[in-house]
């Protein structure tokens, strides 16, 4: 009961704090929160309204730029042959502006005032990790601007600034949680649980990943500070215990986006993956797909090619027998195994063989055994010895990333990060889509989205101009 109610109040903050359609006019011209609304009871709207962007048909719709899944209908099969136009992901943009930025900006405004820093740490983290969301599909983003009552048609800031601003607020996140809060977090927060150093670890594994993404314009540099960002992660305690997701009931309100999905079946099973899990005896197959459909008909571990449309036949999808997709299972947004990995890459790139063995190895255990199905499963050991047991002369940043792709399953965004800043080269059977005739859907990977159709309505002048989908962002030169 006591649980139901919390939902209750959550769905109650977010139908006064979320409008998926409102403009910076509509944003910076009233008030979205309530005034005399409390930042413990703003902090858990925002935190539900955010991370609920996050899997199934949101977040998910990415999963045929990875490859981990493919399109079977509709908007699915678009996403799988690159058809996208100014009304794709939409609603990322504009639910997170009028949503939890907004929020996160009063929370942190009236907890600063009152001396509550827990909130205003938590506020600053998460708001560093929604200008990350934005600014890695659209490159430039509103953000000095945004939220200025004075100004409807703000301007667009650069990406290297926005990254520039996403580092300020972890780092301040992180002195602010370390002191004196006059109001407990654990009466907001509903993700960790008001544990103070499970934000403090989040803060720093956020900041290695955003450091890490600018491996292509500053290798070593990127590398330096992602390390020294993983190592105060792990002096906070971090660990699977501590992972950054959304957990939802399993009610039928409040069911994980995934098993949504899974009643409703727009992505499929790649078939270039699951025929790796299954070549591999990989022990997350079943982790990952169900073998049955939504009907009940048995359908085995099938997957459909990338980009052949839609076909009238049954494939695997992500569903409840699984790790992933039970109605109440968690969905995963920042993770201790996602560091580990992190930590393997940097140490690579500055020749840290030793140190980038170990991390790979401990990463691929940690995710295992974290999602693997069946508890004893005789899959685990073989699999381990084969693709986590490296030494320092055979870690390659082929394996890293590839391992790395396997085990960042439904985290889409921040899988196609990663591929763009490898140019697609891990996995090695990463190919263009193509077409049931056989044709490529394009000349090349896709790697942005395009700015939504309201904002070029509403703040045309502003606006950046965008040559198309396969126009790259800032730190993907």
Same mark, same amino acid.
């Not at 100014?86 to 929020?103: A, C, D, I, R």
């Not at 601007?145 to 926005?162: C, G, L, R, T």
């Given at each position: 009961?006591?649980?139901?109610?919390?939902?209750?109040?959550?769905?109650?903050?977010?139908?006064?704090?979320?409008?998926?359609?409102?403009?910076?006019?509509?944003?910076?011209?009233?008030?979205?929160?309530?005034?005399?609304?409390?930042?413990?009871?703003?902090?858990?709207?925002?935190?539900?309204?955010?991370?609920?962007?996050?899997?199934?048909?949101?977040?998910?719709?990415?999963?045929?730029?990875?490859?981990?899944?493919?399109?079977?209908? !509709?908007?699915?099969?678009?996403?799988?042959?690159?058809?996208?136009?100014?009304?794709?992901?939409?609603?990322?943009?504009?639910?997170?502006?009028?949503?939890?930025?907004?929020?996160?900006?009063?929370?942190?405004?009236?907890?600063?005032?009152?001396?509550?820093?827990?909130?205003?740490?938590?506020?600053?983290?998460?708001?560093?990790?929604?200008?990350?969301?934005?600014?890695?599909?659209?490159?430039?983003?509103?953000?000095?601007?945004?939220?200025?009552?004075?100004?409807?048609?703000?301007?667009?800031?650069?990406?290297?600034?926005?990254?520039?601003?996403?580092?300020?607020?972890? =780092?301040?996140?992180?002195?602010? =949680?370390?002191?004196?809060?006059?109001?407990?977090?654990?009466?907001?927060?509903?993700?960790?649980?008001?544990?103070?150093?499970?934000?403090?670890?989040?803060?720093? =594994?956020?900041?290695?990943?955003?450091?890490?993404?600018?491996?292509?314009?500053?290798?070593?540099?990127?590398?330096?500070?992602? =390390?020294?960002?993983?190592?105060?992660?792990?002096?906070?305690?971090?660990?699977?215990?501590?992972?950054?997701?959304?957990?939802?009931?399993?009610?039928?309100?409040?069911?994980?986006?995934?098993?949504?999905?899974?009643?409703?079946?727009?992505?499929?099973?790649?078939?270039?993956?699951?025929?790796?899990?299954?070549?591999?005896?990989?022990?997350?197959?079943?982790?990952?797909?169900?073998?049955?459909?939504?009907?009940?008909?048995?359908?085995?571990?099938?997957?459909?090619?990338?980009?052949?449309?839609?076909?009238?036949?049954?494939?695997?999808?992500?569903?409840?027998?699984?790790?992933?997709?039970?109605?109440?299972?968690?969905?995963?947004?920042?993770?201790?195994?996602?560091?580990?990995?992190?930590?393997?890459?940097?140490?690579?790139?500055?020749?840290?063989?030793?140190?980038?063995?170990?991390?790979?190895?401990?990463?691929?255990?940690?995710?295992?055994?974290?999602?693997?199905?069946?508890?004893?499963?005789?899959?685990?050991?073989?699999?381990?010895?084969?693709?986590?047991?490296?030494?320092?002369?055979?870690?390659?940043?082929?394996?890293?990333? !590839?391992?790395?792709?396997?085990?960042?399953?439904?985290?889409?965004?921040?899988?196609?990060?990663?591929?763009?800043?490898?140019?697609?080269?891990?996995?090695?059977?990463?190919?263009?889509?193509?077409?049931?005739?056989?044709?490529?859907?394009?000349?090349?990977?896709?790697?942005?989205?395009?700015?939504?159709?309201?904002?070029?309505?509403?703040?045309?002048?502003?606006?950046?101009?965008?040559?198309?989908?396969?126009?790259?962002?800032?730190?993907?030169?």
């Amino acid at each position: 009961m006591k649980n139901n109610i919390k939902i209750f109040l959550l769905v109650f903050v977010i139908l006064i704090n979320v409008s998926c359609n409102k403009s910076f006019e509509e944003i910076n011209s009233s008030k979205n929160n309530p005034e005399n609304a409390t930042v413990n009871v703003l902090l858990s709207g925002a935190l539900y309204a955010q991370l609920d962007n996050f899997g199934g048909r949101r977040e998910g719709f990415m999963g045929p730029f990875t490859q981990h899944f493919a399109g079977y209908y !509709t908007s699915g099969v678009n996403m799988d042959q690159y058809v996208l136009d100014n009304s794709s992901f939409s609603f990322l943009f504009t639910s997170l502006y009028s949503g939890p930025l907004n929020s996160y900006k009063d929370i942190i405004a009236k907890a600063t005032k009152e001396g509550s820093w827990h909130y205003v740490g938590a506020a600053k983290v998460m708001t560093a990790l929604a200008l990350g969301t934005l600014t890695d599909v659209y490159g430039k983003i509103p953000w000095k601007e945004a939220f200025d009552p004075n100004n409807v048609f703000p301007a667009y800031d650069d990406q290297e600034f926005i990254y520039s601003e996403i580092q300020r607020l972890l =780092l301040e996140a992180i002195s602010d =949680l370390g002191k004196t809060s006059f109001r407990s977090l654990a009466d907001g927060d509903f993700i960790l649980k008001g544990n103070v150093n499970a934000w403090k670890a989040s803060a720093n =594994l956020l900041a290695a990943r955003y450091a890490n993404h600018l491996s292509k314009i500053d290798p070593i540099g990127s590398a330096t500070k992602a =390390l020294a960002f993983v190592d105060a992660a792990k002096a906070a305690g971090i660990s699977s215990a501590t992972d950054l997701k959304m957990k939802y009931e399993g009610t039928s309100e409040l069911s994980n986006r995934w098993y949504i999905l899974y009643t409703d079946a727009a992505l499929v099973a790649s078939k270039h993956f699951i025929d790796s899990l299954i070549s591999q005896n990989d022990p997350r197959l079943n982790s990952y797909w169900s073998d049955v459909s939504f009907e009940g008909i048995f359908i085995g571990f099938k997957g459909k090619a990338n980009g052949t449309g839609a076909i009238p036949e049954n494939f695997s999808v992500v569903g409840p027998n699984g790790w992933y997709g039970k109605p109440n299972s968690d969905h995963m947004v920042a993770t201790y195994f996602e560091l580990l990995f992190i930590e393997a890459e940097a140490a690579f790139r500055l020749g840290n063989l030793p140190r980038a063995a170990a991390a790979h190895n401990a990463a691929v255990k940690e995710q295992i055994q974290l999602v693997a199905n069946t508890p004893g499963d005789s899959r685990i050991a073989p699999y381990l010895a084969t693709y986590g047991n490296e030494s320092s002369s055979t870690i390659t940043i082929g394996k890293i990333m !590839t391992e790395k792709w396997k085990a960042m399953f439904t985290m889409e965004e921040e899988t196609w990060t990663d591929l763009r800043r490898h140019n697609f080269a891990y996995p090695s059977w990463l190919s263009i889509p193509k077409t049931l005739a056989g044709t490529p859907v394009a000349s090349e990977f896709i790697r942005r989205i395009l700015y939504p159709q309201d904002e070029l309505d509403k703040n045309p002048g502003k606006v950046p101009k965008v040559s198309g989908i396969f126009e790259r962002l800032w730190w993907d030169k």
